[in-house]
DNA sequence: CGCTATCTTGATCAATCGATCAGTCCCTGT
DNA sequence: ACAGGGACTGATCGATTGATCAAGATAGCG
């Protein structure tokens, strides 16, 4: 395993625009774990999807369940980065434009790329060491702060009352849902349609607000 | 492949109350399916929960692929039972109330028994001839059953305007995914509560509805 | 009793799984 | 020029995958 990302790496990142092996094979994980789950993802399938060979992907992160821990790092690190911006662009303003900041973050994050939200609802649907190691490692700070945001605006009587983790959980349903099940809605609706973020922000709106 | 299934079979399952070896199958499938989704279900495993050989379950169902058909049917078969007795019981009715009966029979289905709601949001993700025999067969019925719904009620005023598909699965995800991700919330908030199907309701009514 | 149809099991198949290891390629520093 | 080391591949391991098949178990019917 090698200890630091050796700076001929990130040059060749940077001067053609097909990025190194190890940020391929992350990529690739992502997209298998996210579709078909940590259990139905083949090391194998990932790897020809990288264009490298499998034992390639076990010389980087070692094994199949390090290589799930990378993938889920590199993705909270993203939400933590864009939840962050989004706070520091809001910051100073009041309870209801610091909430649509992180709202319209979160669902701008899903419309890119849905994969978090993928596996989470995949990973979140049993007890397993994997949850274990997401919960004590990303989701309880999220969680943390999101409810105490929530708190906040109920407290300010600007968002309606009841359980903030039922809120919580519902806001990321609705931002979430619809990207990732977005074969499927293209599928039953006969069209190739794609989701309107602006559209979930306002049934996000009329979920968590109390007056439009 | 039995055509056929034999008397005997029902009068055991009435006897005692240990379903015959054909139901615990479809039932542990279900499970399995709806965990670690079609990929990541292991024939032995699911039959080692219904205490069964792993032969019995390819004798009953021919492939593992018929045995996913077969649960799903069973899934659906439960679903439109219930749909249709929401729909009885509130026939007369006016659009408000057909679709609050609607409405919270789903909610009362997903509080039983989430795997379908677990299932849908695994084959939902990705094109596959799974998800084009699940479109075909059962999804898109229910979608134009539950669209029409939505549109009747938007006619009247009663209901948001909108994209009545996106509407129609910003509902199931609310419906849904509070207990599809139970687990997952219990670690999260630290509490091993239960999601309340009323709050679910106000929620969703909040979603849809112009007027509280 | 014996015959037949259905249900069920255990052995076994080729294919694939995650993982290990020896060895090759290529860049870098001296 | 020449070692040294990280990146990478191909072969291979035992275990597990879905599937097939022959044989046994059980009940109903004559």
């Known amino acids: ?19 190194d092996a190890r940020e391929r094979i992350l990529a690739a994980a992502r997209r298998s774990f996210a579709t078909v789950g940590f259990d139905g993802a083949a090391t194998r399938q990932i790897a020809a999807e990288a264009g490298v060979a499998q ?15 990378a993938v889920m790092d590199q993705l909270f690190e993203g939400l933590a980065s864009r939840m962050a911006e989004a706070a520091r662009a ?32 995949i990973e979140g649907r049993q007890a397993s060491p994997r949850l274990t190691w997401l919960v004590e490692r990303h989701l309880r700070a999220n969680h943390a702060y999101a409810t105490g945001l929530i708190q906040e605006g ?27 099940l977005a074969p499927e809605i293209a599928l039953v609706s006969q069209s190739p349609k794609v989701v309107d973020p602006v559209a979930i922000e306002a049934l996000i709106a009329a979920l968590l607000f109390l007056e439009g």
């Open 1 to 19: 395993m090698p200890l630091a990302k050796p700076v001929r790496v990130a040059a060749q990142a940077l001067n053609d625009g097909v990025p």
């Open 55 to 69: 034992s390639l992907l076990l010389y980087h992160f070692g094994s199949k369940d390090a290589l799930w821990r």
């Open 90 to 121: 809001s910051q100073g303003g009041n309870v209801r434009q610091r909430l649509l900041a992180a709202i319209g973050a979160f669902i701008a994050l899903c419309a890119e790329n849905a994969d978090i939200h993928r596996i989470m609802t």
């Open 154 to 180: 109920q407290a300010s009587g600007l968002i309606r009352p009841g359980d903030p983790t039922l809120l919580y959980y519902s806001f990321i349903a609705i931002a979430g849902t619809a990207f990732s």
